[in-house]
């Protein structure tokens, strides 16, 4: 594929017998494939879906026939109930299906537990939809994977030269010398209930901090998912009927809106941290009241996105949810054909601004 990949992007005579257009288009429901009669992540309720990860903002209830792996099919289950479809199937990373006149094969994107790229190919032409990815090490996702094609489609989340993420391992050791300086204090940690806060537990692991760690009862059940399925997290508990005093050199985790509000009365003289790849932007810690922001993010930094642009060897790149604007300049002037695809409704789950839907389980 690769060296076919790159035939194509030397030869200026080279024309596809099918315009990537025709194969995947965006329409109101999400990015529809015509020829192979599904949507990928589609917002709306569509007859067949093919899903990247559990996001709530990518993976909904109420379609007909779903297509993902399956742990995105038992995050799905989890939350919305065995009836979130009408029928279900499961697909493993580099596994080929064939839909109508497309092959989809998935691959892992390295964002949560079970989350996948999904490789269209329609005659010799290859699109992949990456969802939301990280090139970023993470113990508790299958790594990124680069898939060399002809058409990339990428989030923007963090589209801007001034993200740069960082090394997720310091911030933890931020938070752990805090710990360290305020043991009559509780630390709550604000993170995302599926996928950051596995992470943020499975880094502090890796890190040696080896007491329990306290879990908002919005977060127990993806987390014992995660356990169920071999990833290591040690001891954790459910805050909920802990005594205050007993909270003191602890750690909890919690969704973002839940560090904000009355909940935190049960915590001793709590220290607010959050773990989000916005917290490299002070003035958005400052308006949350988080006293000790933590730069960790599930999504791919400024680096991450050009570098898999690069490694892909795709000649087009069109960009969605989030910065589309730096990035479609950025490859413009690499003589790579880019546009914003204009999607709407991503980016409301993890690190998107309104987290509301996970955050109204709380
Ligand atoms: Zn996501």
Not at 74 to 100: C, H, K, P, V, W
Not at 164 to 179: C, F, P, T
Not at 228 to 241: F, N, Q
Request: charged fraction near 20%; include cysteine; hydrophobic fraction near 40%.
């Amino acid at each position: 594929m690769s060296m076919l990949v790159s035939k194509k992007r030397l030869d200026p005579a080279y024309i596809p017998d099918m315009r990537p257009q025709d194969i995947l288009m965006p329409v109101a429901a999400g990015l529809c494939c015509k020829p192979g009669g599904f949507h990928i992540d589609p917002v709306r309720p569509v007859e067949r879906a093919v899903i990247t990860h559990g996001h709530s903002d990518h993976a909904k209830p109420g379609h007909g026939a779903v297509l993902a792996t399956q742990e995105t099919l038992d995050m799905m289950r989890l939350r919305y109930g065995d009836n979130f479809a009408r029928s279900t199937q499961a697909i493993a990373y580099g596994e080929g299906i064939r839909l109508g006149d497309v092959t989809v094969k998935f691959h892992p994107a390295g964002h949560v537990l079970g989350s996948a790229q999904i490789a269209v190919s329609c005659k010799d032409t290859c699109i992949v939809a990456s969802g939301d990815y990280k090139d970023a090490p993470d113990p508790t996702c299958t790594p990124f994977e680069v898939v060399p094609c002809d058409v990339f489609i990428t989030e923007a989340t963090f589209g801007l030269p001034v993200f740069r993420h960082g090394d997720a391992a310091d911030e933890v050791n931020k938070l752990l010398a805090s710990v360290a300086l305020f043991p009559e204090r509780a630390h709550l940690v604000g993170a995302y209930s599926l996928g950051k806060a596995q992470r943020v537990i499975a880094l502090l692991r890796a890190a040696g901090y080896d007491a329990p760690i306290y879990l908002h009862g919005a977060m127990e059940k993806i987390t014992q998912y995660y356990q169920s399925r071999g990833v290591a997290l040690g001891e954790l508990r459910a805050v909920k009927g802990v005594k205050k005093a007993d909270l003191a050199g602890t750690i909890t985790l919690a969704p973002p809106s839940a560090t904000s509000d009355i909940w935190t009365r049960r915590f001793p003289d709590p220290v607010t941290a959050f773990a989000s790849g916005w917290m490299r932007v002070r003035a958005r810690a400052r308006q949350r009241g988080v006293e000790l922001p933590l730069v960790i993010s599930d999504h791919a930094d400024w680096d991450g996105l050009t570098a898999t642009i690069d490694a892909t060897g795709a000649g087009e790149i069109w960009v969605t949810h989030g910065q589309e604007d730096a990035l479609v300049h950025w490859c413009t002037a690499k003589g790579l054909a880019a546009r914003p695809l204009d999607l709407v409704g991503y980016g409301d789950e993890d690190e998107g601004d309104a987290p509301a839907a996970e955050d109204a389980e709380a």
